[in-house]
């Protein structure tokens, strides 16, 4: 198996906590894929655990009011 | 961290579904539920596209009373939550329009970007980033990475790996073929561990 082939299948390896035979031989021997693989998965966790986008309780508090405010006079 | 649940069998329904059906019916207060469940998920997808606070907190607005509006349009042979994410993803499209004065702008461009999909930077990362930095500076990193993504990849990465919607899902609600949203999220995925490598990267002679 070549590095492109086993790229081309990251995805499907991503949330796969046991890796088909083949792919784990590929790992076994090739330390760049073996980097992507951890590094691409812990790009994933990083941006799970911070939600950098998050709503501050009062702004959400604020636009759910305004909402439902419309919502209850018909829009 | 909230998820949007998949369905778990094919004959259960959604809950969403006897929520929908309720406001329908004139309940309001059910309407009430179905904001509180998705106001931050949508107000996610609106920061990621326009990238403007003002414009985000207008799109989240906006996309519910329009969902609320159009009620009787939802079909209810797709989700919920996948027609809304449609209502704000155009919302948020429109806004970015009007930021950039009518330039077309579109989640569908398959856009080149300079890194490909081919990984260049191959070091490892130091053994846990969340040491190395303050959350504070984490955030401002993460924040400044996805932004040099292009729209549409940053909405994929946001709905397929934050909130945990299928691929099908995912491609419903961006109106996009699933090869097209596998091939966004891979090269999303690619490009921001590229990117978050120049921080994270192992300093030379320390040790796993």
Redesign the interface.
Known sequence: MTCSEF?AL??DM?DVPELRADLQDHLDCCE?CE??L???R???E???S??????PPS??ER??A???A???KG? | ?ATIQPIAGMNEQHPDVALVDRVRGGD?SA??EL??KY??QV??IA??ITQNRED??DV??DA??KA??KLDQFQGNSKFYTWLVRIAVNESLMRLRRRRTGKMVSIDEDVETEEG???RD????ALD?EQEYS?AE??RI??KT?KGLPPGFRVV?ELR??QGLSTEDTAEALSLSVPAV?SR??RA??Q??ER??RY?RRKKGVEK
Request: aromatic share 12%; charged share 25%.
């Open positions: 790229l990251l995805d991503i760049h980097v992507t951890n590094t691409t812990k790009t994933i990083i941006y799970r911070h939600q950098i986008y998050d709503m702004l959400r636009l759910h305004a909402i439902m419309r919502c209850r829009c | 961290m309001v309407y009430d904001v509180r106001e931050r107000f996610r920061q990621h985000a907190q989240v607005q519910f009373l609320y509006e999909s081919v990984p191959l070091a490892d990362w980033p959350r984490l955030n993460l924040r996805i990465f790996d934050i596998k999220l891979l995925r690619l921001l561990r978050l490598t994270f």
